[in-house]
């Protein structure tokens, strides 16, 4: 053997803790085999945790094949941590890294960091960590786009945490630690911390232990990190453990920062950022439309927040508000430091609502009671705000601080004073993509330059986020395309193992692009799409409000210059083709030459592909305002998926709704300014067709039932290998059994004979491709079907059965009977669909009977036929009490609504 770190030596021992990684074991030690690293001197340590499933079987196949190299140890299941415990104990190589072994290596890893160790000939890196790059089994696909991964954007070298405390490092997988050091300090993995948060415990206990707490970066040793299809690792199923909120807060946060401030007097502020590097994520996942974190109980909710007011105390208030290691908005940070810290900045935040609006938006944060406050011109003479709100700023179910937002003339350069004291005005911030540049690195911690090295920049400083993306983009493509850039090695072949590499750019894409833009601005375009009003529902279908307020400006305000866009193989295009509508196919060079002129994007949905219909990396998002025609009535809490999104015009269609966005203490941004009480536009249609129908006589003989489909489910159906286990995933869910238990019903059938209705089962597109042949009884039409809409079922409904879908506003528009099944009402709005409890009771407020089992779904239809059908006086007086307008003018009041943008 040569000296320390020299070619000969053995280097690495990997420890891998396996539990029912049967699928993955293969493909992670193929990848071991194939290092450009001899495989000869790699001590591999494989440590089955209990599993279940083959794992030991193919470990000792392994084992068989490489005697020397693999060394396999049994045992009970206690966590990850107990089992590289284990494995750590009988490592005797001097570096130390823990793979997991459903992960994939490149094939030049290993040899990567042994090249930047034989660079360290003074032993400088305490430890040296790979890159972490993100494939997804299901797909294939990689994405470089870790909240870390700024951190190999300068090459490499070995960062001094005390100096650039925002390079921490949480992952044991990809970090190479020091086998003598562990040993000295008595280091293992605390194992009662579980299901997260080990590996960056033990990180940051052994960095402690270091005379200095360094860290060797080697961008080009790839770590591919498998998001599992199934989402079964620890990682993606860690959030539903209740370990989750105690004793990774207990042993893991808390112990952690007590033990490093009774050690230093206070926690070093790379220690801080680590620990606020997990706790972001809560709030993150507090915020997410659809989480595992919403089913806590009120007394889970109470001690987590208890236990992390003792975490916090230990972080100072100044790196939680300049945090930005995770994509946490100024919001959050703000109320996080009011809540645990008792201060935040005097800071006037202003942005404006709109490019064409010469109001602007201006807000500040506070907890406890509201301060008392002045606006002021710069004469010092008083300002009356347009509008005025408080914002709910709520976590966990508390008020963690309010924001309060005004809207004032920009030309009146207001001023705002709270108890005698300016407060001082900033642009309030954008997302926080921004990332550090690194220091310029100390003499003594620079590598050897027998390999190429990037110069360190100076200064550290945030780096624009377009900027950032530009670099990082430069460098993903030089990692995956050699030839490009300045990248070592070749590209790996890594399609043995399901990854697909980043495909390089079009040639050309950039230049055509740029020639897209420009036609846009010619006379010719110009003259097409001037002042155009972007309409739209989803990309691949219409039949809802774009559609519906599409048609009424083409026959009432043909001055307009509409246009509807859609994807040209929707199975509704031509028969909007055939209507005279002016189509636009989504995904066109012409839907780009539109979106840049368009005064208006309108649209019924809020989701990217309607909300910017072009690609706004590439082209930019165009000027157009945007007008959310919405989909149906808000019943829920829908602030987590609308509040980042800039909503010019916001329609609603009962007072209740509307007071839920706008009402002072509400947790919506939106105020009295954007939102607007107009009715649906598709409400006009119906509205019109009913009146008809009650004309003709015609009473309606049709119970349609129309359940919303599960998230849970059709996630878990996306996970299936083959198409008859995604049947039996079905056919095994509580959704599905308590839907077809209720249509399969003798008693509904007889029902059905009784009063001669037909029974309409409108289900979602994903549901009904699995409802064919036998799957549902004779007496069942299954829906949709072509040229048959949701509307056209609700007219002719007698009883319109549903569990929590916003249609039954729609019957109850036209005084359909409606009526519940809420079988799982205890645990839909937490954490099984992505919605969460707004301001409607449906035992309150709702348009019908509440059922939670088939009996009493059943029984509640059996009293409806006893009444004749007739609605019932109680939730005939809520329905009519419900709506601001019940008419056909709906969308004359949007198209009113959406001319007083311009005089804005």
């Not at 800071?347 to 201006?362: A, G, H, I, K, N």
Request: hydrophobic fraction near 40%.
């Amino acid at each position: 053997m040569s000296g320390p770190g020299g070619k000969g030596q053995t280097l690495f021992s990997i420890v891998s803790a396996v539990y029912n990684a049967e699928a993955y074991l293969d493909a992670f030690l193929e990848s071991l085999e194939q290092q450009r690293y001899p495989f000869a001197r790699l001590d591999i340590i494989l440590v089955d945790d209990g599993s279940t499933d083959a794992s030991l079987a193919r470990m000792e196949a392994w084992q068989r094949k490489y005697p020397q190299q693999i060394r396999i140890l049994t045992g009970a299941n206690g966590g990850p941590g107990a089992a590289r415990n284990r494995g750590l104990d009988l490592a005797h190589n001097p570096w130390i890294t823990f793979c997991d072994p459903d992960d994939v290596l490149d094939p030049g890893y290993l040899e990567r960091v042994a090249q930047f160790i034989r660079r360290d000939r003074h032993d400088r890196a305490a430890a040296v960590t790979g890159r972490l790059i993100q494939f997804f089994e299901d797909t294939g696909e990689v994405q470089d786009t870790h909240a870390l991964a700024w951190k190999f954007s300068s090459g490499e070298r070995i960062v001094d945490l005390n100096r650039e405390p925002h390079y921490v490092h949480l992952s044991a997988g990809t970090v190479f630690l020091r086998k003598a050091v562990l040993d000295t300090a008595g280091l293992r993995f605390d194992e009662r911390i579980r299901p997260t948060f080990e590996d960056a415990h033990l990180v940051v206990r052994y960095l402690n232990s270091c005379p200095r707490p360094t860290i060797g970066l080697v961008p080009d040793a790839r770590y591919y990190y498998r998001q599992r299809a199934a989402g079964t690792s620890l990682a993606q199923s860690g959030w539903a453990s209740d370990h989750r909120y105690t004793s990774v807060l207990t042993f893991g946060y808390l112990a952690l920062l007590h033990a490093l401030a009774d050690e230093h007097g206070a926690v070093p502020r790379w220690a801080q950022n680590t620990v606020l590097y997990d706790i972001m994520w809560y709030f993150l996942a507090d915020r997410a439309m659809r989480h595992p974190i919403a089913a806590l109980t009120a007394t889970q909710r109470r001690d987590f927040l208890a236990q992390l007011q003792r975490i916090l105390a230990f972080i100072d208030v100044e790196a939680i508000l300049d945090f930005a290691l995770v994509p946490v908005s100024i919001d959050i940070r703000t109320a996080v430091a009011l809540r645990f810290k008792g201060n935040a900045p005097a800071v006037w935040y202003v942005d404006s609502p709109s490019p064409q609006s010469s109001v602007r938006r201006y807000a500040y944060f506070y907890r406890g009671d509201a301060p008392a406050e002045q606006y002021l011109d710069p004469a010092g003479s008083p300002l009356t705000p347009a509008t005025s709100k408080r914002i709910a700023h709520e976590f966990f179910g508390e008020v963690f601080a309010w924001q309060r937002l005004v809207h004032l003339l920009a030309a009146e350069e207001p001023s705002c004073d709270l108890g005698g004291s300016t407060l001082e005005i900033r642009s309030r911030p954008g997302p926080p993509q921004a990332r550090y540049l690194p220091k310029d690195t100390s003499a003594d911690l620079r590598l050897d330059s027998a390999l190429p090295e990037r110069t360190a920049l100076r200064a550290a400083r945030l780096i624009p986020a377009a900027g950032l993306r530009r670099r990082v983009q430069s460098r993903v493509r030089r990692a995956f395309h050699p030839g490009a850039g300045t990248a070592a090695g070749s590209t790996p072949e890594l399609g043995r193992f399901g990854i697909t590499p980043v495909a390089p750019p079009e040639e050309g894409q950039a230049a055509a692009d740029e020639q897209l833009k420009l036609r846009a601005a010619t006379p010719e375009v110009r003259a097409r799409y001037q002042d155009a009003w972007l309409v739209m529902d989803r990309p691949d279908h219409g039949f809802d409000n774009g559609e519906h307020f599409y048609r009424y400006l083409a026959c009432h305000q043909p001055d307009i210059n509409a246009w509807f866009v859609l994807k040209s193989d929707s199975p509704d295009w031509s028969r909007l083709q055939d209507e005279g509508f002016r189509l636009v196919p989504w995904g066109s060079d012409e839907l780009v030459l539109l979106a840049l002129n368009a005064k208006y994007r309108i649209s019924s949905d809020t989701a990217l592909p309607s909300y910017f219909p072009i690609d706004r990396k590439r082209f930019g998002g165009g000027s157009g305002r945007f007008v959310f025609l919405q989909h149906g009535v808000i019943w829920n809490d829908l602030s987590r998926w609308l509040n980042d999104k800039r909503l010019d015009r916001f329609i609603t269609s009962t007072p209740a709704e509307y007071a839920s966005l706008t009402a002072d203490g509400s947790v919506y941004t939106v105020t009295e300014r954007e939102v607007r009480l107009t009715g649906l536009a598709r409400f006009d249609a119906l509205h019109q067709r009913a009146e008809q129908l009650a004309r003709q006589g015609s009473a309606p003989t049709t119970i349609t039932v129309m359940p919303t489909w599960r998230m849970n489910v059709a996630e878990d159906m996306d996970r299936a290998a083959t198409a008859a286990e995604r049947r039996a995933i079905l056919r095994e869910s509580a959704f599905y059994r308590q839907w077809m238990a209720f249509i399969s019903d003798p008693r509904l059938l007889a029902l059905l004979r009784r009063t001669g209705f037909r029974l309409a089962f409108f289900v979602h597109p994903s549901l009904a491709a699995e409802l064919t042949g036998d799957a549902l009884p004779e007496h069942v039409e299954l829906y949709p079907r072509p040229g048959v809409s949701l509307h056209d079922l609700v007219l002719e409904s007698a009883a319109f059965v549903t569990d929590y879908s916003s249609t039954a506003f729609d019957a109850a528009y036209i005084d359909r009977n409606v009526l519940y099944f809420q079988f799982d009402a205890a645990t839909f709005l937490r954490g099984d669909h992505p919605a969460r409890p707004g301001y409607f009771d449906y035992h309150r407020d709702g348009f019908g009977p509440v059922a939670g089992s088939v009996d009493e779904l059943l029984k509640n239809l059996e009293a409806l036929e006893r009444n004749g059908f007739h609605t019932s006086s109680v939730y005939a007086e809520r329905a009519a009490g419900t709506f601001a307008h019940r008419d056909a003018e709906n969308c004359a009041r949007i198209f009113e609504s959406v001319l007083e943008l311009e005089e804005e």
